[in-house]
C-alpha cells in the first residue's frame, strides 16, 4: 500500500507517470469489490476520488500488502505513523518533503541493498533532541525483534506493554533477514553512543559515525 501527499485531489493520471507504477484509477466506493481483482494483476488501484484519514481507513479493513495508493493531506501524514514501514508514503513533484519518520531511516539501515541518503541521515543527527528520538525508536525495535526471535508475539507485546499491530507484522517480515549477532552488535553501539553522549556532550559526526556503522 502507498500514500501520495497532495493538498489537491489527483484525478489525471498522467501526473503520477513520475513514479513509474502502473495504475488503474477507481472510486473509494468501490474498494469492497476489488478482493478478486487484487490477485488478477500488478497494478495499483489509485483511489482518485477521496482523501483518506486514519479513522475512514481503519473502516476500510485492507490488507498492507494489497496494492491500493490513497491520498493524503500532508497534515494527517502524522497520524498514518501507527501503520509503520509498511507503507510507502509518495510526493508529487511539488510537494516537497521536510518531515521523515524514524522507519525511514531504520528501513535503510537493516536494509543492504540501499545507501544511505545524506537528507535523510542529516534530519536525525541536526539536533541531540532528534538524534535522541530515533535512538529511543530505534533501540526499543531492536529489543522487539531480538526478542521476536525467542518467543511468540504474544507474549513479547505483553512483556513490552504494546499493543500487537502492524508494527509486529513488520518486525516478523524484518527478522527472517536480520541474523541476532546483528541485532546484538546494533544494541551495542546504541548503548555505546548513548553513554558517550551522556559523558561528554552531543557530537553531530559521532551521531553520524554510529548511524553508519550499525
Do not use: C
Request: hydrophobic letters at 35%.
Amino acid at each position: 500500500m502507498k500514500l501520495l501527499v497532495t493538498d489537491n485531489l489527483v484525478s489525471d493520471l498522467s501526473q503520477l507517470d513520475s513514479f513509474n507504477i502502473n495504475l488503474e484509477k477507481i472510486s473509494i466506493k468501490d474498494i469492497s469489490n476489488q478482493a478478486q481483482s487484487l490477485f488478477d494483476d500488478d497494478k495499483f488501484k489509485f483511489i482518485f476520488d477521496e482523501f483518506i484519514t486514519i479513522s475512514s481507513f481503519n473502516k476500510l479493513k485492507i490488507d498492507l500488502d494489497d496494492n491500493y495508493i490513497f491520498q493524503i493531506k500532508k497534515s494527517n501524514l502524522s497520524k498514518f505513523t501507527s501503520l509503520g514501514s509498511e507503507v510507502d508514503v509518495l510526493y508529487l513533484d511539488s510537494q516537497k518533503k521536510e518531515n521523515y519518520f524514524p522507519w525511514d531511516l531504520t528501513n535503510l539501515i537493516y536494509s543492504s541493498r540501499k545507501t544511505i541518503d545524506l537528507k535523510l541521515l542529516d534530519s536525525f543527527t541536526s539536533s541531540e533532541r532528534d538524534f535522541r528520538n530515533f535512538l529511543s525508536y530505534f533501540v526499543k525495535e531492536l529489543i522487539r525483534l531480538k526478542m521476536l526471535i525467542e518467543f511468540d508475539p504474544n507474549e513479547v507485546a505483553e512483556i513490552l506493554k504494546e499493543k500487537k499491530d502492524y508494527k509486529y507484522d513488520d518486525a516478523l517480515k524484518k527478522i527472517k533477514n536480520l541474523d541476532q549477532k546483528k541485532i546484538n552488535r546494533a544494541l551495542r553501539y546504541s548503548h555505546k553512543i548513548e553513554k558517550n553522549i551522556n559523558q561528554y556532550g552531543y557530537e553531530l559526526e559521532n551521531s553520524k559515525r554510529y548511524l553508519i556503522s550499525v
